[in-house]
């Protein structure tokens, strides 16, 4: 008996070596599908051969499905996941809720002080960090310096809005396929409404007044939205209405558009001749202005976080540690080339003479974080902060319902006057059932 008990415990023993034991934890990871995402999904099997007890389950989403998403989970606690894909505008109102882990495990290597202080800054409450950022972004202006050259122009580091629509309408070829520019149409609060928010800054418009009155029955955002919908039905694609970041990318690389105004994290899938028809023609500048001393450029992160109700939070922040840590970027740099490391998060990438010599956006990408101030976004006094979004819990609801107007506005289904009439009773109905005006 006791050999046969000391055979079978052997055969035990033998079998165990031959099948390892299955992962013990397994994290769930919302994401968005962005280009630098989809290429950490790629890569983590650096993470789980280090980590052979955690194994990874992602769920991607459009960003707007994203967003719905992991703010129905967290706010009513459905614990669906453990490592969560969200931005600036939601960690310190999340953290403040308590709906999330402060980042207090992410290891010694980890150096935080090395983070970007306007990335660190907006992703930590009362100086713990609650988010670790995967990139970070501002937004500039990408154009086609061939069709510039061709039309006679020349873009300035620090161009006008006048000047981006005269050289938009210039450079229009709808025969060949070419259209001056592509901005942001899909509606949704950090879609159409992030680059309008972040234009209307500098147009001297803002959402609210000091004493949160609504402000779209103001000329300033009636002169932002009559110029936006001028030049995308003159320069434009047609159906601008649908096209979000990931839309109007693959026109960029498709040859269609001459300039893109958007997220600063774009300039190394435009300049990366894997992807893009017009790598070796691309040029940069600061989002524009009207010289009253604010730029239509925005400041943001996606970041990883950890919902208070995950019961993994010490495996979760491990693949934080990860994902945003230094030696991530070098992964990436060796797999795919410095220019392709996520950007807009660590001084020490900025200083790195490796990346400075693959990323010529390094620069420009830089100068537009540090130029963005979520503190005074606006010409005229606030009493929010935030570049391209309010941070208000409010904001998330109250945006995309106005970004639905003023998509219906772009696609010609309501007219200007009529978009901004409607936001305007729509946000005084919403600022005074929360209580912000009588």
Excluded: H
Aim: one cysteine or more.
């Amino acid at each position: 008996m006791k050999l046969m008990l000391r055979a079978l415990s052997g055969a035990c023993v033998l079998a165990a070596l031959a099948f390892p034991a299955a992962a013990d934890t397994k994290l769930t990871i919302a994401t968005v599908n962005n280009g630098d995402m989809i290429r950490m999904q790629r890569l983590a099997d650096d993470f789980t051969s280090k980590n052979p007890d955690i194994s990874l389950e992602w769920v991607t989403l459009e960003e707007n499905v994203l967003r719905q998403k992991v703010t129905t989970d967290i706010a009513t606690k459905g614990g669906q996941f453990d490592v969560l894909t969200i931005g600036t505008y939601e960690v310190p109102i999340w953290a403040k809720k308590g709906w999330l882990v402060p980042l207090d495990n992410l290891g010694a290597a980890y150096d935080v002080d090395d983070l970007l202080p306007a990335i660190r800054s907006g992703l930590s409450l009362d100086g713990t960090l609650y988010a670790a950022p995967f990139y970070g972004e501002s937004s500039m202006v990408m154009y086609r310096k061939d069709l510039f050259e061709k039309a006679g122009l020349t873009m300035p580091d620090a161009p006008s809005w006048d000047f981006i629509a005269e050289a938009a309408r210039k450079i229009t070829d709808p025969s060949g396929g070419v259209y001056g520019i592509c901005l942001r149409g899909k509606a949704g609060w950090g879609e159409n409404m992030a680059f309008l928010t972040a234009t209307a800054n500098s147009f001297g418009a803002r959402w609210f007044d000091e004493n949160w009155k609504p402000q779209f029955d103001q000329p300033e955002w009636k002169n932002t939205l009559a110029f936006y919908t001028q030049l995308m039905k003159d320069a434009g694609p047609p159906g601008a209405s649908s096209n979000g970041f990931n839309e109007n990318l693959a026109l960029f690389n498709s040859g269609r558009c001459g300039m893109w105004i958007d997220a600063t994290v774009a300039a190394s899938f435009v300049t990366n001749p894997k992807e893009s028809k017009v790598a070796d023609k691309v040029g940069f500048a600061l989002a524009p202005d009207n010289g009253l001393g604010k730029r239509g450029n925005w400041l943001w992160a996606w970041s990883l976080a950890v919902p208070a109700g995950s019961q993994k939070t010490d495996a979760a922040q491990k693949f934080i540690a990860w994902a945003t840590g230094k030696d991530y970027l070098k992964l990436v740099a060796e797999k795919e080339g410095w220019a392709n490391v996520p950007p807009g998060t660590r001084t020490s990438l900025y200083e790195n003479p490796d990346y400075q010599k693959a990323a010529p956006f390094a620069k420009m990408t830089l100068d537009s974080i540090n130029s963005a101030d979520p503190t005074k976004p606006t010409v005229k006094p606030v009493p929010y902060v935030g570049v391209q979004f309010v941070a208000i819990p409010e904001f998330q609801g109250l945006g995309t319902q106005v970004g639905q107007l003023f998509s219906a506005a772009l696609s010609g289904d309501t007219t200007v006057d009529q978009a901004l009439q409607s936001a305007q009773a729509i946000a005084t109905r919403e600022m005074t059932k929360a209580g912000y005006i009588k």
